[in-house]
């Protein structure tokens, strides 16, 4: 576990390695592939609330809030233009040497992000169930690196992780070193 703060240890510098593999069925993926250069890799949980307001005076006056729904997202880029990158930010099928765009729209996804960070503490980040789709346009002309850009939607998970159905983290032992 990483220090308490107030520590200089504790200031962070994100690197690591992504990996995924698709669900098939029910069953969560045994194991995961590293997909390569990830420049950016970023995770926002997610809730909507419903407010409520007493009506006693002048005033209206928040006295309630109730969470309804909770969840994450996910974004990430990758710029490695691997046959298997390229098929799932098509949402394609692969035949030899042709990907067929559109053809996998409902396939969802096992994420893990291992951090490697040259300062800071280390996690490994699982993100049990997610559907990935394209998060932006992908550019076929620039004087940049090309990027493919991926949004995720988190899914709940509660029949293989009643625990934690969305993702779980685990902090290494050390602060500097892998995972």
Not at 76 to 83: G, K, P, Q, S, T
Request: aromatic share 10%; hydrophobic share 30%; proline share 6%.
């Amino acid at each position: 576990m990483p220090a308490s703060p107030h520590s200089t240890t504790l200031y962070t510098l994100g690197r690591g390695i992504v990996s995924l593999a698709a669900w098939t069925g029910t069953t969560p993926p045994v194991s995961l592939t590293d997909v390569g250069n990830s420049p950016r890799f970023e995770c926002e949980v997610t809730e909507e609330t419903l407010d409520h307001y007493s009506s006693r005076s002048g005033t209206r006056n928040k006295d309630k809030q109730v969470v309804l729904e909770t969840g994450y997202t996910l974004n990430f880029d990758l710029d490695e233009f691997a046959v298997s990158n390229l098929a799932i930010f098509l949402m394609g099928s692969v035949s030899g040497n042709v990907i067929s765009a559109n053809t996998e729209l409902d396939k969802e996804y096992s994420v893990q992000f291992q951090s490697d960070n040259p300062a800071g503490p280390n996690e490994l980040w699982e993100f049990h169930r997610v559907k990935l789709s394209p998060g932006g346009s992908l550019n076929l002309i620039s004087d940049e690196w090309s990027l493919m850009t991926f949004a995720g939607e988190g899914l709940s998970d509660t029949t293989n992780n009643p625990t934690s159905p969305y993702f779980t983290v685990t902090f290494a032992t050390t602060t500097t070193t892998s995972v």
